[in-house]
């Protein structure tokens, strides 16, 4: 097929289609030949015809297609809402960011926009502008001014980047809706519990032990304190101590008692006095006085003027002990002034203290300490444990 023929087929195919009477094929030949023009299709669709061309030698013509005419951009009317202002709008923009652009209208960082920026536009669309909204926080003692989206209180407090603790205190409350110049008031609450530690003393428990002579001791378990705790829950807010309440107290460790025993074995011995040996089974220091009847408190006309508690008369060889520390009615040794028998109590005389009666006549003077030797026989009563501080 020759390129004048297919040129004519291209014409009637246009001619048929859809692209209007404002499209037009040019052809052009190189060299003396003369331009084609093609006859504008009708609107009826029919069939053009063709010029032949002579048969030339001359190249083949170049082939070129005009652009077709654009068409027009869709046009929206749109009502934006911006805080207390409104306006309708014609226009041409593609989406809600391109609107606001071609307005003039500048968004902050805390203002809000429904529909968002990248919505695209349609008929009758309104676009909602809620502008930030200033706020005064006041926390940690110190205020400050800030911008915040419109909304609760909760949310302005997560904008501005004041994080919350589960005491703290808020007002208003977190979800009260807030206006412009609001103040925020945060307090911020801290509690902590202090425990303290108070010993609880064991107690000492005393065991008879065979194994241990007699007025000897030995520890044969130790004691251990125990332990009474006690809570109090201290509340800050702010930092600043604001009450302190005593939550109670209990035993957080049992004490442990220590168990002492006292010896309980008792071995005889012998020592020489003025009237020839004595055996003794116990040998006890104690504080050591002399006494008479006359100095014993009592007036010479009293009827129990020198009788001592035993019914003897007092005098040499009577002494005055405590009962249970010395047996009553038992013997003792005492070096330099010699064996006495234990016949009175005195009132005065209490512990280890040894009380040595003279007949007037006779009185020494005693003021010290002195080892004093119980004789035998060995009571069947015996006290064995004597107490450990000297009078």
Same mark, same amino acid.
């Given at each position: 097929m %020759?390129?004048?023929t297919?040129?004519a087929?291209?014409?009637i195919?246009l001619? *048929?289609?859809?692209?209007g *009477?404002a499209?037009?094929l040019?052809?052009?030949a190189?060299?003396s030949h003369?331009?084609?023009?093609?006859v504008?299709p009708?609107?009826t669709? $029919?069939?053009v015809?063709?010029?032949s061309?002579q048969?030339?030698?001359?190249?083949? !013509? *170049?082939l070129?297609?005009?652009?077709?005419?654009?068409?027009?951009a869709?046009?929206f009317?749109?009502?934006i809402?911006?805080?207390?202002?409104?306006?309708?709008?014609?226009?041409e923009?593609?989406t809600v960011?391109?609107l606001?652009s071609? $307005?003039?209208i500048?968004?902050?960082?805390k203002?809000?926009?429904?529909p968002?920026l990248?919505?695209?536009?349609?008929?009758?669309?309104?676009i909602q502008?809620?502008? $930030?909204?200033?706020l005064?926080v006041v926390v940690?003692?110190q205020?400050y001014?800030?911008?915040s989206?419109?909304g609760?209180t909760s *949310?302005a407090?997560?904008?501005?980047?004041?994080?919350l603790?589960?005491?703290?205190?808020v007002t208003p409350?977190?979800d009260?809706?807030l206006n412009?110049g609001d103040t925020?008031?945060?307090v911020?609450v801290r509690?902590?519990?202090i425990?303290? =530690?108070?010993?609880? !003393?064991?107690?000492t428990?005393y065991q008879p032990? =065979?194994?241990? +002579?007699?007025d000897?001791k030995?520890i044969?378990?130790s004691?251990v304190?125990?332990?009474?705790r006690q809570s109090t829950?201290?509340r800050?807010e702010? &930092?600043?101590?604001v009450?302190r309440?005593?939550?109670g107290?209990w035993i957080?460790?049992?004490?442990?008692?220590?168990?002492i025993g006292y010896g309980?074995?008792?071995?005889?011995?012998?020592?020489?006095?003025?009237e020839g040996?004595?055996?003794y089974?116990?040998v006890v220091h104690m504080?050591?006085?002399?006494?008479?009847?006359a100095?014993?408190g009592k %007036? !010479?006309?009293? !009827?129990?003027?020198?009788?001592?508690?035993?019914?003897?008369?007092? &005098?040499?060889?009577?002494?005055?002990v405590?009962?249970?520390?010395i047996p009553?009615?038992?013997?003792?040794?005492v070096p330099?002034?010699g064996?006495?028998? $234990?016949?009175?109590?005195?009132g005065?005389v209490?512990?280890l203290?040894?009380?040595l009666?003279? +007949?007037?006549?006779?009185l020494?003077?005693?003021?010290g300490y002195? =080892?004093v030797?119980y004789?035998?026989?060995?009571p069947a009563?015996?006290n064995?444990?004597l107490p450990?501080?000297l009078p």
């Amino acid at each position: 097929m %020759s390129r004048t023929t297919l040129l004519a087929v291209i014409l009637i195919i246009l001619g *048929a289609g859809s692209l209007g *009477a404002a499209t037009y094929l040019l052809l052009q030949a190189e060299g003396s030949h003369s331009l084609a023009e093609a006859v504008p299709p009708t609107t009826t669709g $029919a069939a053009v015809t063709a010029v032949s061309p002579q048969p030339t030698t001359s190249p083949e !013509p *170049a082939l070129t297609l005009l652009p077709t005419a654009t068409l027009p951009a869709a046009s929206f009317s749109v009502t934006i809402m911006d805080g207390q202002d409104s306006r309708t709008l014609q226009t041409e923009a593609a989406t809600v960011n391109e609107l606001l652009s071609e $307005a003039g209208i500048l968004l902050g960082e805390k203002d809000l926009i429904s529909p968002s920026l990248g919505t695209p536009l349609s008929e009758d669309l309104v676009i909602q502008i809620s502008r $930030a909204i200033p706020l005064t926080v006041v926390v940690d003692g110190q205020t400050y001014a800030i911008f915040s989206s419109p909304g609760t209180t909760s *949310a302005a407090l997560t904008q501005a980047g004041i994080s919350l603790g589960e005491l703290d205190m808020v007002t208003p409350a977190l979800d009260t809706p807030l206006n412009a110049g609001d103040t925020l008031n945060v307090v911020h609450v801290r509690e902590e519990v202090i425990v303290f =530690d108070e010993q609880v !003393p064991y107690q000492t428990i005393y065991q008879p032990s =065979d194994e241990l +002579d007699l007025d000897t001791k030995a520890i044969l378990s130790s004691g251990v304190p125990g332990i009474k705790r006690q809570s109090t829950r201290i509340r800050y807010e702010d &930092g600043v101590e604001v009450s302190r309440e005593f939550e109670g107290e209990w035993i957080e460790q049992e004490p442990v008692n220590e168990v002492i025993g006292y010896g309980t074995r008792i071995t005889t011995n012998v020592i020489d006095t003025p009237e020839g040996p004595r055996e003794y089974w116990r040998v006890v220091h104690m504080r050591v006085t002399a006494y008479t009847a006359a100095s014993s408190g009592k %007036s !010479p006309d009293h !009827p129990s003027y020198g009788i001592t508690a035993s019914g003897r008369p007092a &005098g040499t060889g009577i002494v005055a002990v405590d009962p249970n520390v010395i047996p009553f009615r038992s013997e003792v040794y005492v070096p330099g002034y010699g064996v006495g028998f $234990a016949g009175d109590t005195g009132g005065g005389v209490k512990g280890l203290w040894i009380d040595l009666g003279y +007949d007037e006549d006779e009185l020494q003077t005693w003021n010290g300490y002195t =080892d004093v030797y119980y004789l035998t026989p060995i009571p069947a009563e015996i006290n064995y444990l004597l107490p450990e501080v000297l009078p």
